[in-house]
């Protein structure tokens, strides 16, 4: 009995021993993965910091500190709002911060906070909450990625795009302003013959207005074209913006020379855009169309709605259409099938890039020799 008594004792110190390596192991593991994690928020480049209940920071990293400026002495124990936020954004960063105190995770919501010495940064927020067990909320972790270069960059690039357009639109307005300007000379030397007959005078001086009208009109486009604008989002008739940019590109020379085909629905398209963006969005689309055409073919420009909240724009040429095998590649950048010269390659990804900022989705169709169908889709302003 007592060699037995024995055998179980030393079975239990050797289980215990045991129990107390996997513990050691295991707190080991613990720190070593905590000290990880130190290491991947302290160096990682995006802010990253945790915030208690009371919208005050608890931690701060040196992301955080070369985004913003505050060293973590100065940051801790600030209120967050307080410290990164202006009056311009006050109301989006508070709601940001109730929801995720109350529980939602935020991810890559693109927004404006401020440094130290008050200039303004775009960052991409994403952020989610801390619970306990019980699942109460007791703090909350908050990333901040900064994108502003990335989207100077990308302004930069769709002010090029626009520019390429502009280019593409001043050639053809040259070739009209010449016969404009040659029918208003005509027209000056018929006013020196007419002198004596002020009926005649008063006919030739109405053509000469109306030439001089559309001289203007062709300046006041060039002007809208060429001038960098804020986005502004406001509610706006897409088949209004439809119609208007056409038959400004049908004016200019650009769609002179084609058939257009407008079936607009009778509805009333209204979307929450930015009126200069969605023009460029249609012209580089009827550019691109035209470009694909011939002389005398048809261009269709429709729009409809389609019974789940949202209304479809197509822009349909009779043109070459698009080989298969390069389909997948034309809203990569710089990727282009046009002549030197006359694209950049930029059109199609800026305008899948403005139509994703309208909440929208863009959708091409070709047939090789047969023409190319795009469908812009964008939610209509709810009621």
Not at 53 to 61: L, Y
Not at 93 to 108: D, H, P, T
Not at 121 to 138: M, N
Not at 312 to 328: A, H, L, R, V
Request: with cysteine.
């Amino acid at each position: 009995m007592k060699h037995k008594a024995k055998q179980y004792v030393n079975q239990l110190k050797e289980i215990s021993k045991t129990f107390e390596d996997l513990i050691w192991d295991m707190i080991k593991d613990l720190r070593e993965s905590e000290q990880r994690y130190r290491s991947i928020v302290e160096f990682a480049v995006d802010a990253i910091i945790t915030i208690d209940t009371d919208f005050r920071i608890t931690s701060w990293n040196r992301g955080a500190s070369n985004i913003f400026g505050y060293t973590e002495n100065e940051a801790l124990k600030q209120n967050l709002d307080d410290l990164i936020v202006r009056t311009d954004v006050e109301t989006e960063a508070f709601k940001l911060s109730q929801k995720v105190m109350k529980g939602e995770s935020i991810r890559n919501l693109e927004a404006i906070r401020y440094t130290k010495d008050g200039s303004s940064r775009h960052v991409l927020v994403s952020a989610a909450p801390i619970k306990t067990e019980t699942g109460k909320v007791e703090a909350a972790s908050i990333m901040y990625k900064d994108i502003t270069e990335l989207k100077r960059a990308h302004e930069q690039l769709v002010q090029t795009e626009k520019q390429a357009t502009l280019g593409v639109i001043a050639g053809n307005i040259g070739h009209e302003l010449n016969n404009l300007i040659g029918g208003l000379m005509l027209h000056a030397k018929l006013l020196q013959q007419y002198v004596d007959n002020p009926a005649k005078v008063s006919q030739v001086a109405e053509l000469i207005l109306s030439n001089l009208e559309k001289i203007a009109l062709h300046g006041k486009n060039l002007l809208s074209l060429s001038r960098p604008t804020k986005p502004r989002f406001e509610p706006l008739d897409l088949n209004q913006v439809l119609l208007e940019t056409t038959e400004t590109l049908e004016l200019t020379g650009v769609l002179k020379h084609f058939e257009i085909e407008k079936n607009l629905c009778d509805e009333i398209c209204m979307v929450h855009g930015d009126r200069n963006l969605l023009e460029q969005v249609i012209r580089n689309l009827e550019i691109n169309a035209a470009h694909a055409m011939k002389e005398g073919q048809t261009l269709v420009v429709r729009t409809r709605t389609n019974g789940n909240g949202r209304c479809e724009m197509d822009i349909i040429d009779t043109g070459s259409g698009i080989p298969q095998d390069i389909q997948e590649k034309i809203f990569e950048p710089f990727f282009t099938t046009k002549a030197e010269g006359q694209g950049t390659g930029l059109g199609l990804p800026i305008v899948k890039d403005i139509v994703e900022k309208h909440k929208g989705q863009i959708k091409i169709l070709s047939e090789q020799g047969k023409g190319t169908t795009v469908t812009v889709s964008l939610p209509l302003v709810k009621t």
